[in-house]
């Protein structure tokens, strides 16, 4: 078990996904917690909001500036990432900055848009761009029938009869900091909320920060589109199921109907199309 406020410098051991992560060896030399200037030095050092404002993170206490503003609406007007210290999901949301630069900027400037249009009143967009931004995966194979199964919620064979798949050509990029954070201490029932991508065959030969840096561009491309307009464009995935993420080698783990549910509404969720890209 991880406590939420007590920084473990062994956490990358805690679950595969947090291979993910950038500086993943070098953060089990912290015994404590990184604080912003560490974090800061991940990001591109060019990295501004839509606005202009360089990206800095700084520590959320008593004197933060500009207290009248929402979160979003800081990191717009000011470049300011209000970052609590000792705190797995900031701590989180740093690396994911650092990891998808274009698709945070995005992300922080719809957010501030629908602000300015429609103010304080969540709308559909916004918490798409929340569930997104919190809980978010980008699922990418190089076949497009391999990720049809997500969209038909047909987990056995998504999880069993491709299962071969996962690793070769397919697999899951986390997004969503809150996602990460719930991965700790996992437990079955944790669902993403998934983008769909078909990639070229060339992908899964190029290392990981290529094949970073051109989902953020493509996921980045989609958000600017304006083609995430609610939570139904998003597609819920029990990834506990991916192979590797869980004890669930045995095809038994993929009956409870409790967590693999059967599709129970027509969603408007796509695949991208990244062959272009």
């Not at 007007?77 to 000792?86: D, E, L, N």
């Not at 697999?171 to 079955?188: M, N, Q, R, S």
């Not at 991508?197 to 953020?216: G, Y």
Request: hydrophobic share 45%; with cysteine.
């Amino acid at each position: 078990m991880t406590d939420l406020d007590v920084w473990n410098p062994q956490f990358a051991t805690l679950h595969p996904v947090f291979q993910q992560l950038p500086a993943i060896e070098a953060w089990s030399s912290y015994q404590q917690w990184p604080e912003c200037e560490v974090l800061q030095r991940l990001l591109p050092a060019d990295l501004q909001a839509q606005s202009g404002m360089p990206i800095q993170f700084v520590a959320q206490d008593a004197t933060l500036p500009f207290p009248a503003l929402y979160y979003e609406e800081r990191i717009f007007q000011h470049g300011m990432v209000a970052t609590r210290p000792a705190n797995w999901h900031d701590f989180f949301n740093a690396l994911m900055w650092s990891q998808y630069p274009r698709t945070k900027v995005q992300i922080n400037a719809q957010h501030a848009a629908d602000l300015q249009q429609y103010g304080k009143q969540r709308t559909p967009q916004r918490d798409a761009l929340t569930l997104f931004d919190e809980s978010g995966v980008v699922i990418v194979s190089t076949r497009r029938a391999g990720l049809q199964p997500i969209l038909d919620f047909d987990w056995q064979t998504l999880f069993v009869e491709q299962r071969d798949a996962w690793g070769n050509d397919m697999a899951c990029f986390v997004i969503g900091h809150a996602l990460l954070e719930k991965l700790l201490t996992p437990y079955v029932g944790v669902t993403a909320h998934a983008l769909l991508v078909e990639a070229p065959h060339a992908f899964f030969s190029q290392d990981n920060q290529a094949q970073r840096v051109w989902l953020d561009q493509v996921i980045t491309d989609f958000l600017a589109a304006g083609k995430l307009l609610s939570p139904l464009h998003l597609n819920p995935v029990p990834v506990l199921g991916i192979p590797g993420w869980w004890a669930n080698s045995d095809a038994a783990f993929y009956q409870q109907s409790g967590y693999f549910r059967a599709k129970s509404r027509e969603r408007p969720g796509s695949i991208l199309d990244g062959l272009s890209a």
